[in-house]
């Protein structure tokens, strides 16, 4: 469904850190798992490897959760499982895959974890005068708060706004999660709603976004953006 709509804009502080360069690490194996295990994957990697770090959780205890942006990101890219990291959480990811991963079980499911692929580079987060147009896919971005106000606004121009102002929030919080500084008036424009649907998510139904957008950033294809970005909801992918 194509959906025109004004332009949501923001203006920061000026910065000298306009552009962050952040250090990542893509593995896709060579199994396939339905989006609604990926949690599950999570959970039996976490058991296996999580004493290293918090950054394989974002727990503290059983009960404690730290809310921050995620550097470990488990989710299906190129329809196969895969797990990207980021910043400081690449070294932790490096002496697993050191030590070698060959599989593990959950439940019913035994994945052979062997690599598809593997991708290690650099990521370059910047400010650009380029319209830049991007695919987010199964994005979680209603709240409680701002659900009850999608469904109460009559216009698709009401609603389209409110996704604008999320989506604007989203990448601001990746930003400050990941120390990127953006020094200059930025915006975001959706262009489209491609698929509105119903996801199960802990036990909870919540509705998910396919869309497209623009903006004048430049952000890294494969990111996650919004709520449970750490298990493959809100991916991003470049449309080029």
Not at 87 to 102: C, M, N, R, S, Y
Request: hydrophobic share 45%; charged share 25%.
């Amino acid at each position: 469904m194509k959906l025109l709509t004004d332009t949501f804009k923001g203006n920061y502080e000026k910065s000298e850190k306009l552009n962050k360069e952040i250090t990542y690490s893509l593995l896709n194996f060579n199994v396939s798992l339905a989006f609604a295990d990926v949690i599950h994957f999570r959970k039996v990697f976490t058991r296996a490897y999580g004493e290293r770090s918090d950054l394989f959780h974002n727990h503290q205890s059983h009960d404690a959760v730290i809310y921050r942006y995620p550097l470990l990101q488990y989710k299906i890219y190129n329809s196969r499982l895969a797990i990207l990291a980021l910043a400081e959480a690449v070294g932790f990811l490096d002496e697993i895959l050191e030590k070698g991963i060959d599989s593990l079980e959950m439940g019913q499911i035994k994945g052979d974890l062997s690599l598809h692929s593997f991708k290690k580079g650099v990521f370059n987060f910047k400010g650009s005068n380029a319209v830049n147009q991007y695919r987010l896919s199964d994005w979680l971005a209603l709240n409680t708060k701002n659900y009850k106000l999608f469904q109460e606004s009559i216009f698709m121009e009401e609603r389209v706004a409110i996704l604008n102002k999320v989506l604007m929030g989203n990448i601001l919080s990746a930003a400050k999660g990941l120390d990127w500084h953006i020094g200059k008036e930025i915006w975001v424009d959706i262009h489209a709603i491609e698929k509105a649907c119903w996801l199960k998510h802990k036990a909870h139904k919540m509705q998910a976004f396919d869309i497209v957008f623009a903006t004048n950033l430049k952000l890294p294809a494969a990111i996650g953006l919004g709520k449970s970005s750490s298990v493959g909801f809100g991916t991003l992918s470049e449309i080029l």
